[in-house]
């Protein structure tokens, strides 16, 4: 596989650091608020490139951090007269439900920023001993001017109008503009922690490469977020740990989403532009289709978001659905012409950079073909295996969009699950037979037990 990197600005070749583990770090939300639609598209599409990296067979331990002290949840917390701790509770739970929702499954573990504070006092202590950063009055800076490859991810030093914002730390005190808060000493009535260069929390910057360190090490394979993190944020995660470890480089290849934007702005809760992932769902869509509007664009690319996109991914998912479903509706043998399910294409379109809008298209051309064709009795086993292989790789369900079987078909499954389980063999085959005298064949698979009308 081929991906772009950020900091060598080359596509290159995917080679993990060691052996066949990848190590991936995607920066997770500020919950303070509902997620929108924006944050959608970076944490899909980062889904999908763990889903495909998993299915080339790559050991990939995927870390998205949550972070839940900061200063828009302090403020959302004083608007709403409740505690920040339950504040960053509601919405990190909310996060959670929409990710679920989209079916984003692929992160192998959320690490909340609270819970690692001991790894952030460390991680800034070093910083003090090794001279690059100081302490004034209101907290503990990095000093930029002592990392010598300062703006080697970016190409710049300076705050450009579409990076993320209020993310430079304001402070007289501090010595130069660009310099970052690493430790917040603690104001009246905020949340604070003791370390031994002063009470406080952690700025924004270090709890990712403290959180890092501590799952990866001091370097680790791949980093992801959106475009918009690029600088400062990216810039001075690399100044921080780099500093701090003596290694370089911090990460091997640095990965980033293009915005999702409404009338050619970018999508942004400061500006007030955005839909929330709840509020669409409200309004009657289907969460794959909205995967599908996502994922069918590049994920280096910018995307325009409207209602209108949004109802065509809505016919195109309609539509791959219908075709699924011929599994259930099969053709008496010799009548169809052999299913050609060739991943060939579609395996080299996302080999290159994820491309995915070349890889849907592939997909959906086979579709058509199953779709004029039909798809014999011989051939439904064959075809649900192709389905389950999508499914696996894009996340769309549609082996999941059938009519549903009732209540005692599906205990009878869970059943069979059970007795396999346990390694009763003979009764799982007794239940399989049972379910296929009632139309129900069954098949087993890494991710579950596939069902499918006979």
């Known amino acids: 596989m081929k991906i772009y990197n ?17 190590n991936l770090f995607v ?16 944490y899909i599409q980062f889904d999908l490139l763990a889903r495909y990296l998993r299915f080339l067979g790559y050991d990939l331990y995927y870390l998205q951090n949550i972070t839940n002290i900061d200063d828009k949840i302090i403020k959302r917390s004083r608007e709403k007269s409740v505690e920040w701790h339950e504040t960053a509770r509601i919405f990190e739970e909310h996060y959670l439900r929409d990710m679920s929702e989209l079916n984003v499954s692929s992160v192998t573990q959320y690490a909340r920023a609270t819970d690692f504070i001991a790894d952030i006092i460390r991680q800034v202590q070093t910083l003090l001993d090794k001279g690059h950063a100081y302490v004034v ?11 010598a490859d300062y703006g080697k991810l970016s190409g710049r030093v300076n705050v450009e109008e579409n990076d993320a914002e209020s993310r430079i730390d304001t402070s007289e005190h501090k010595r130069n503009w660009n310099d970052f808060c690493l430790w917040k000493f603690s ?3 905020e949340p604070v922690w003791k370390a031994p260069f002063g009470d406080g929390r952690p700025g924004w910057h270090i709890e990712d490469t403290a959180i890092a360190e501590h799952f990866f090490g001091p370097r680790y394979d791949m980093h992801g977020g959106a475009i918009d993190l690029i600088f400062p944020h990216h810039e001075d995660e690399i100044a921080q740990m780099e500093s701090a470890s003596g290694k370089s480089p911090y990460v091997k290849y640095w990965l980033h989403t293009g915005f999702l934007n409404i009338d050619s702005k970018k999508m942004s809760k400061s500006v007030g532009n955005f839909f929330t992932i709840r509020e669409i769902i409200a309004k009657g869509y ?7 509007l996502i994922i069918q664009s590049h994920y280096r690319s910018s995307l325009e978001f409207s209602f209108d996109n949004l109802d065509a991914a809505a016919t195109r998912l309609k539509r791959l659905r219908s075709i699924a479903e011929l599994r259930h509706q099969p053709t008496p043998d010799g009548k169809s012409t052999a299913l050609q399910l060739d991943d060939g294409p579609l395996l080299t379109a996302l080999d290159n950079d994820l491309n995915t809008a070349q890889a849907l298209a592939v997909m959906e051309k086979t579709m058509e073909r199953v779709e004029q064709n039909g798809v014999s009795k011989s051939q439904v086993d064959i075809f649900s295996v192709w389905l389950e292989k999508l499914d696996q790789i894009f996340g769309l369900n549609l082996l999941g969009s059938t009519p549903d079987i ?4 599906k ?8 007795f396999r389980f346990n390694s009763e063999w003979d009764k799982a085959d007794q239940l399989r037979a049972s379910l296929a005298e009632q139309g ?14 006979l």
């Open 6 to 22: 950020t900091l060598t600005r080359q596509i290159e070749e995917l080679t993990p650091i060691k052996d066949n583990k990848l």
């Open 27 to 42: 920066c997770g939300p500020t919950v303070y608020d509902d997620p929108h639609i924006g944050h959608a598209k970076t």
């Open 137 to 147: 009055e209101d907290g503990v800076y990095f000093e930029t001017n002592t990392f």
């Open 187 to 189: 104001k009246q009535n």
């Open 286 to 292: 289907d969460p794959m289709a909205i995967r599908l």
């Open 406 to 409: 009732d209540e005692k078909i």
């Open 411 to 418: 205990d009878t499954i869970f059943k069979r699950q059970a």
């Open 440 to 453: 129900i064949g069954i098949r087993d698979s890494e991710t579950g037990t596939i069902w499918y009308r």
